[in-house]
């Protein structure tokens, strides 16, 4: 009986030391991030959500692909750079727009500023607020995800 008390404590003495781990570690899961291969940024009320660029090569037509989200209670109007091409969106509160060139995105099409592989840069401002410049990774159809959108920026681009 004497032994099965000692089992007990030192039991006991486990569980504890472990959850407490649980007690005291950060939960990764409520940090914010990108959760595809794009870039994100943050201007006032707007996040700009997995910003990436698809081509084919330098020089070459591209699509920008992403999301702006308006996380204020006003409209915000936006400005989205990427080279020479601006484009301008208004979005309502709590209000998104998809960028892309799929059913229900707004098409962003400009030339690529480098190949695929490499980083660009895209500058999002927002009126009566600041403005933010972030990196642009650029792809291309090496996977397969990317790929349709390769296909819609070739009759576009036509």
Request: charged share 10%; with cysteine; hydrophobic share 40%.
């Amino acid at each position: 009986m004497h032994t099965r008390a000692k089992v007990a404590a030192v039991a006991l003495g486990a569980m504890l030391s472990l959850s407490s781990c649980a007690l005291t570690a950060s939960i990764t899961t409520s940090n914010e991030y990108d959760a595809s291969d794009g870039t994100g940024a943050v201007v006032g009320e707007v996040q700009a959500q997995n910003f990436l660029l698809v081509t084919t090569g330098e020089g070459e037509p591209a699509a920008l692909v992403g999301y702006l989200y308006n996380d204020g209670d006003a409209t915000a109007t936006v400005d989205v750079t990427v080279g020479t091409m601006v484009q301008t969106y208004d979005i309502a509160p709590m209000g998104s727009v998809q960028l892309g060139l799929s059913d229900g995105s707004e098409a962003f099409i400009t030339t690529s500023p480098a190949d695929p592989g490499l980083v660009g840069s895209y500058t999002v401002s927002v009126a009566d607020s600041a403005a933010t410049t972030g990196t642009l990774p650029i792809v291309d159809g090496t996977l397969p995800e990317y790929q349709s959108v390769l296909a819609e920026l070739a009759t576009a681009s036509q």
